[in-house]
């Protein structure tokens, strides 16, 4: 019994010896590059690094902090095909109504990269994209809404959502940005060029459209704007239920 016990420990112990060897074989790739504007200006941005398609078992994206040069790297990679998306950090300047926009929440539009069996790709340019600030001021005249927190109200907060959607059908929360004695102000970068919608739902108010239309929670806004000047700030209204 004891020898037995001892042959299958030996078993064990050479697959997981097997297992360790085969996946120092593969994992092998690398994959490097650059984050660049639409101008070739080299930017500081987080890369991120996922599996184009599902494998079938977890696999969290891998994430890498580019310097001011805009590099990039990833190594250590089974073959596969990899998608990329990039978050430009918010240091870098970029015109007033353009900002860079996160691809990694809206999608990059760029090809998948593809990758052998220990192979090296180097001298892949990742293009940031420029879009426009969708700037929302919420006007609050009853004083419906709670007291915003330093920090702000919760992304998923029942009380006020802003809800942005595109063509993935994915949805998209806007980002809080202040509140002042009228009600609270929301943006969020959005891709030019984009089929678009948005929707305001709350808990604790009707919401009414900038032509004084009361909102149901399914009413969804579109728009499509093609340059950061069609997007023109917008203003939601809310009076108590």
Known sequence: MIQLIRLTNLGIVALLVAHLA???????????????????????????????????????????????DGAFSFSHLAAGSYALCAQVLASEPAPANSPYVDT????????????????????????????????VHVSDPDSVLPQAAAKG??????????????PDKFYRHAAFVSSDSTGRNYQMAVPLKTALSMKVTSTVANV????????QETDETPFQPATAADLAPVTFTLHQK
């Open 22 to 68: 085969t996946a120092q074989t593969v994992a092998t790739g690398s994959i490097s590059g650059h984050v660049v504007s639409e101008q070739g200006l080299l930017l500081r941005a987080t890369v991120t690094l996922s599996f184009a398609s599902a494998r079938g078992y977890p696999a969290p994206p891998r994430r890498v902090l580019t310097g001011s």
């Open 104 to 135: 990694c929440v809206w999608g990059s539009g760029q090809a998948p990269v593809t990758l052998a069996t220990g192979q090296q790709l180097a001298g892949i340019v990742f293009t940031a994209q420029k879009g426009a600030w969708l700037q």
């Open 153 to 166: 109200p919760a992304p998923l907060e029942p009380a006020l959502q802003l809800i942005l959607k595109g």
């Open 208 to 215: 009414y459209d900038q032509n004084g239309n009361q909102l």
